[in-house]
């Protein structure tokens, strides 16, 4: 049946929104790399506005351990050190006048263990997120009007593919951020 098709196709695309969601949040925990998305939620005033560091700047990673952050306007400078600084990622900005440059630390294993929780944290929002997917889409299956008892399970058994399928890619992202943080 077409409705049934499009239930599926439906809880499908939102299992992949939740999969990638899941990982762009992993991308802002930092496993001691420099890495430009650590700094995505930071926000900088721009002309009285709140906008997002990397549309008033760009961003380098020379090496392992530094962030550069060249504004297109240098007044900014100032107004990025304390948006870094008041993001509480543990950074602590510096500037030669023309960038501002984030050194990043080294992670100590306290931190490590914290980062670990936060990845697992993500990772279970993304897990609860998909099994509420299929416990809605399972609950539309059941209203469709015409369809039979046998299409309805084999629809409810697809549901059941997609949510241990992005579960177990979850996971996956999980082990793989996790080897991350703590490979010293």
Request: no cysteine; charged share 45%; glycine share 4%.
């Given at each position: 049946m077409e409705e049934i098709e499009m239930y599926l196709e439906d809880a499908k695309e939102h299992m992949m929104k939740s999969l990638n969601h899941v990982g762009h949040e992993l991308t802002k925990i930092r496993a001691g790399k420099a890495n430009p998305a650590m700094l995505d939620g930071v926000q900088v005033s721009y002309y009285g506005t709140m906008t997002p560091l990397n549309q008033v700047s760009s961003m380098t990673t020379p090496d392992a351990r530094t962030i550069f952050i060249k504004p297109w306007e240098?007044?900014?400078?100032?107004?990025?050190?304390?948006?870094?600084?008041d993001a509480n990622l543990g950074l602590n900005p510096q500037n030669d006048g023309q960038q501002v440059i984030v050194n990043i630390p080294m992670?100590?294993?306290?931190?490590?263990?914290?980062?670990?929780k936060q990845v697992g944290h993500e990772c279970?929002?993304?897990?609860?997120?998909?099994?509420?997917?299929?416990?809605?889409?399972?609950?539309?299956?059941?209203?469709?009007?015409?369809?039979?008892e046998?299409?309805?399970?084999?629809?409810?058994?697809?549901?059941?593919?997609?949510?241990?399928?992005?579960?177990a890619k979850i996971d996956a992202l999980m082990k793989k951020k996790e080897s991350e943080i703590l490979t010293v």
């Open positions: 240098k007044n900014l400078i100032p107004e990025i050190e304390k948006a870094i600084r992670l100590t294993e306290e931190r490590r263990k914290q980062l670990v279970e929002q993304g897990r609860i997120s998909i099994r509420n997917i299929r416990k809605e889409t399972n609950e539309h299956l059941k209203k469709i009007k015409g369809a039979s046998d299409d309805i399970k084999d629809a409810e058994a697809t549901v059941q593919k997609f949510t241990d399928e992005f579960i």
